[in-house]
C-alpha cells in the first residue's frame, strides 16, 4: 500500500482549504493524493526524472501559496513543460492509454485485481475505466467517467462506474468491503457524506445493477500498491471485446461525447 502520512497530505491541500472542504471533498483529495503518490513511486522505481513522472504535480508545488489550478482540474489541464505526444488521425482507446492517461497505475492495478480474482469480464473493464475521466476533470468524476464512455459500453459498465463514487462511503459486509480505515483515520468518524451522494447511493443500492458498481468500489481498495506493475497491452483482448470502438476515431465519430475525447487528445485547444 501507498502509506498516507496524515500530516503530509493534510498538508498537501491548499492553506485554508480544509475549514472550506465538504467531507466529500477531502475524500476526493485523498484518492487523487493516493493516485499521484502511487504515480511518483512507481516512476521513481524506474528511474523515470522526466517524461510521464514529470507531468505529475509535486507536493512542493501543491504546498505553494498564491494562484493555483482548482483541485477539480484534470491531470491534462494541470501546468506542465512536457508537450502532448501527437494522437493518430483515429485515435483509439489504447492510444489514449498510452499517450494521454499514462501512467494510469491506478487503474491498471484495480483492473488486475478483478482479473486475477476471477471477476465477469465486464468488471474487469469497469475498473480498468473507472478513473479514467480523472485526466479531464475531478469533480463528481463517478458521473463524468459514465458519460464518457456511455455510447461505446455495455450500459452496466457505465451504471458502476457512475454510482462507484458514492458506494465508496458505505459498506457492505456481503461483499467483503469495509469503510475505508483511511477515512477514518484522515476526516475522523463524524465523516457525513453530502445529502446528493447519499441519495446517489440509497439509488444505487436498491438497483438491480448494484452489484455493477459495488464491485468497482471492491476492487478500488486493492489498487494502490507500490511495487506492482502493469502494462495496458494486457488489457487489449477485453478492450476489443468490451468497447465499441468508433471506426472514425475516439472523438470523430459524431458521438454526443466525441468533444470529450477530442478535448483529451488537444488539451492545448484555446477555444
Ligand atoms: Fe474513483
Ligand atoms: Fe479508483
Known amino acids: 500500500m501507498v502509506e498516507v502520512d496524515r500530516k503530509t497530505f493534510l498538508a498537501s491541500l491548499p492553506a485554508g482549504a480544509l475549514a472550506v472542504m465538504s467531507h466529500e471533498d477531502k475524500a476526493e483529495a485523498l484518492e487523487h493524493y493516493m493516485e499521484d503518490e502511487l504515480d511518483k513511486k512507481i516512476a521513481a522505481r524506474r528511474g523515470e526524472v522526466d517524461g510521464e513522472a514529470g507531468s505529475i504535480i509535486t507536493l512542493d508545488e501543491l504546498e505553494q501559496e498564491?494562484?493555483?489550478?482548482?483541485?477539480?482540474?484534470?491531470?491534462?489541464?494541470?501546468?506542465?513543460?512536457?508537450?502532448?505526444?501527437?494522437?493518430?488521425?483515429?485515435?483509439?482507446?489504447?492510444?489514449?492509454?498510452?499517450?494521454?492517461?499514462?501512467?494510469?497505475?491506478?487503474?491498471?492495478?484495480?483492473?488486475?485485481?478483478?482479473?486475477?480474482?476471477?471477476?465477469?469480464e465486464r468488471t474487469i473493464f469497469a475498473c480498468l475505466m473507472h478513473d479514467v475521466v480523472l485526466n479531464l476533470i475531478k469533480g463528481d468524476h463517478g458521473w463524468w467517467g459514465a458519460?464518457?464512455?456511455?455510447?461505446?459500453?455495455?450500459?452496466?459498465?457505465?451504471?458502476?462506474?457512475?454510482?462507484?463514487?458514492?458506494?465508496?462511503?458505505?459498506?457492505?459486509?456481503?461483499?467483503?468491503?469495509e469503510y475505508p480505515e483511511m477515512y477514518n483515520r484522515i476526516f475522523g468518524h463524524d465523516y457525513v457524506p453530502e445529502p446528493y451522494i447519499k441519495q446517489a447511493y440509497e439509488f444505487a443500492r436498491n438497483h438491480r445493477y448494484y452489484a455493477e458498481a459495488r464491485l468497482i468500489t471492491v476492487n478500488d481498495t486493492y489498487a494502490f500498491q507500490d511495487g506492482m506493475d502493469v502494462d495496458i497491452e494486457v488489457f487489449t483482448d477485453i478492450i476489443g471485446r468490451q468497447f465499441k470502438q468508433p471506426k472514425e476515431g475516439l472523438g470523430y465519430d459524431n458521438s454526443p461525447v466525441a468533444h470529450m475525447w477530442r478535448t483529451m487528445a488537444n488539451p492545448n485547444r484555446p477555444l
Open 66 to 120: 498564491g494562484p493555483r489550478a482548482p483541485r477539480g482540474t484534470g491531470r491534462l489541464f494541470q501546468p506542465t513543460e512536457d508537450e502532448f505526444a501527437p494522437m493518430p488521425d483515429a485515435p483509439t482507446l489504447l492510444d489514449f492509454f498510452q499517450l494521454r492517461f499514462a501512467p494510469a497505475n491506478h487503474v491498471l492495478q484495480s483492473a488486475t485485481h478483478a482479473l486475477t480474482t476471477g471477476q465477469p
Open 147 to 177: 458519460q464518457l464512455i456511455e455510447p461505446y459500453v455495455d450500459e452496466r459498465i457505465s451504471w458502476g462506474i457512475r454510482y462507484h463514487g458514492p458506494l465508496r462511503f458505505y459498506a457492505d459486509e456481503e461483499f467483503g468491503y
